[in-house]
């Protein structure tokens, strides 16, 4: 399997995903040329791409899901809630799956596996997608790891994860009271600290590689996140997990998973991080 991150957090979000002749793309929040050129600059084939899969409805992971569908003739994957919240802004789409949180479906040579989240919209999901050999789980903008997030990262070989804020910081810094409440509450956005934690229960997971995703700009920063995932995996006996982060303006991959790690050179270019882990 490939993973690559097009794309990571408040302005706009993407997520690739792909194995044998098969490739889908989580969430469209930066536009589609934005997308073709990361895609390709990484060395994927757009022409795989077999469906959107959608997270939640807010802006920066749907802003351009309509042209997105448009422009690669593919479905848009998303809860009945979150096709109803977004139904007016998608407009003419190829197609419409309605998926369910704990109801596995099949796109090409992946079966994806949507899990519920918490989060403050309609009927949000994070994703596990895999190839029948690897697992690669994406949980973001979730305000707690409830029971279906832990089990679903549990078992991937490769974990996008949340590593949204820096508690101090965001207290300390200038955002209204409000907006810190929404961001600190169960329906918000996971910390440094509260992701950390899950990692030290991931011990005896399978995971290689874990991406730090969803920074803020604003009450984070690259190497506090780096620093509090790095400390809370060797707190956990797993130094050997390959740590990526995640960003806003410039792609993060592929990162190379089973046969993929084994039969594909690393693909590394100025400002792109990359990594192949078997």
């Not at 002749?21 to 536009?31: E, P």
């Not at 807010?58 to 109803?84: E, I």
């Amino acid at each position: 399997m490939k993973v690559a991150v097009l794309a990571s957090g408040s302005s706009g979000n993407a997520i690739w995903v792909s194995s044998g002749s098969t490739a889908v793309l989580i969430d469209a929040g930066v536009s589609s040329r934005r997308i073709s050129q990361a895609a390709e600059g990484l060395g994927l084939d757009t022409a795989q791409l077999s469906a959107v899969l959608v997270t939640h409805e807010h802006s920066d992971h749907v802003s351009s899901l309509g042209p997105v569908t448009r422009k690669f003739d593919v479905p848009a994957c998303a809860t009945a809630g979150t096709h109803a919240a977004i139904d007016r802004r998608l407009g003419k789409c190829p197609g419409r799956t309605v998926v369910e949180a704990g109801t596995d479906f099949e796109i090409g040579d992946l079966l994806v596996s949507p899990f519920a989240i918490s989060h403050d919209c309609a009927e949000p999901v994070g994703y596990s997608v895999s190839d029948g050999r690897t697992v690669v789980a994406v949980a973001t903008d979730l305000g707690v790891v409830s029971h279906p997030v832990r089990h679903r990262i549990g078992r991937a070989d490769c974990v996008v994860l949340e590593f949204n804020h820096d508690e101090k910081m965001l207290l300390d810094g200038g955002y209204p009271w409000f907006l810190k409440q929404r961001i600190m509450s169960n329906e918000g956005h996971l910390s440094n600290e509260a992701a950390a934690r899950e990692l030290v229960s991931l011990r005896d997971g399978p995971m290689s590689a874990l991406v730090l995703a969803h920074i803020s700009r604003e009450n984070n920063t690259p190497d506090l996140a780096l620093a509090t995932a790095r400390d809370a995996l060797e707190r956990a006996g797993r130094a050997d997990v390959d740590v990526l982060l995640a960003e806003q303006d410039r792609p993060t991959g592929p990162i190379c998973l089973g046969l993929d790690a084994q039969s594909t050179n690393v693909i590394t270019s100025t400002g792109v991080q990359a990594s192949c882990t078997r």
